[in-house]
T-cell receptor, first 115, second 109 residues
Framework: ETGVTQTPRHLVMGMTNKKSLKCEQH?????MYWYKQSAKKPLELMFV???????ENNSVPSRFSPECPNSSHLFLHLHTLQPEDSALYLC??????????????FGDGTRLSIL | GQNIDQPTEMTATEGAIVQINCTYQ??????LFWYQQHAGEAPTFLSY??LDGLEEKGRFSSFLSRSKGYSYLLLKELQMKDSASYLC??????????WGAGTKLIIKP
């Protein structure tokens, strides 16, 4: 139990579907992150939120749309995805961006498969 | 560009010692992290080094040489449960985390 919960754990969707990934952290952290993890590749940072405000968007296609209603919850809305978007999507949280040497705590991820 | 290099895969024997290396070229340095990730699970924090030298935590130790752009993770008395991927990540001058692709460690009986 890492204190960061992601749902669903697995998701299969067609390219025309709309779905959302959910992340919740119970650690009292202020910063939350979305990462994409593909086999044998480094983690790719997608979005960063600090105190509910988006601070980074690493050139992510608009078919991925994040939402952070409060410091404990983070969503990733998916629409019209491509087969190359199939990957493990990881959510993480940390104590704050000001103390970047604080470790990030990760959820178990959502394994996304695009048909 | 920024780059983190670590071996793709390593194999070791139960009870033995293994050293996983990580070399980096980044714009600035504010520390280096090691994470462990079991298949299908979350990466979990192992260590953070910002000063040169060796930090020991039980069976795991992490070493850093900033002048060489080099770190290693040392695992002693290997157990089957240590089979996992080990991720190296560096905080650059902008406090961005630069990740390596991970080293898959296979432990054999």
């Amino acid at each position: 139990e890492t204190g960061v919960t992601q749902t669903p754990r697995h998701l299969v969707m067609g390219m025309t579907n709309k779905k959302s990934l959910k992340c919740e952290q119970h650690l009292g952290h202020n910063a939350m992150y979305w990462y994409k993890q593909s086999a044998k590749k480094p983690l790719e940072l997608m979005f960063v939120y600090n105190f509910k405000e988006q601070t980074e968007n690493n050139s992510v296609p608009s078919r991925f749309s994040p939402e952070c209603p409060n410091s404990s919850h983070l969503f990733l809305h998916l629409h019209t995805l491509q087969p190359e978007d199939s990957a493990l999507y990881l959510c993480a949280s940390s104590q704050g961006l000001g103390n970047r040497n604080q470790p990030q705590h990760f959820g178990d991820g959502t394994r996304l498969s695009i048909l | 560009g920024q780059n983190i290099d670590q071996p793709t895969e390593m194999t070791a024997t139960e009870g033995a010692i293994v050293q996983i290396n990580c070399t980096y070229q980044t714009s600035g340095f504010n520390g280096l992290f090691w994470y462990q990730q079991h298949a299908g699970e979350a990466p979990t924090f192992l260590s953070y080094n910002v000063l040169d030298g060796l930090e020991e935590k039980g069976r795991f130790s992490s070493f850093l040489s900033r002048s060489k752009g080099y770190s290693y993770l040392l695992l002693k008395e290997l157990q089957m449960k240590d089979s996992a991927s080990y991720l190296c990540a560096v905080l650059d001058s902008n406090y961005q985390l630069i990740w390596g692709a991970g080293t898959k460690l296979i432990i054999k009986p």
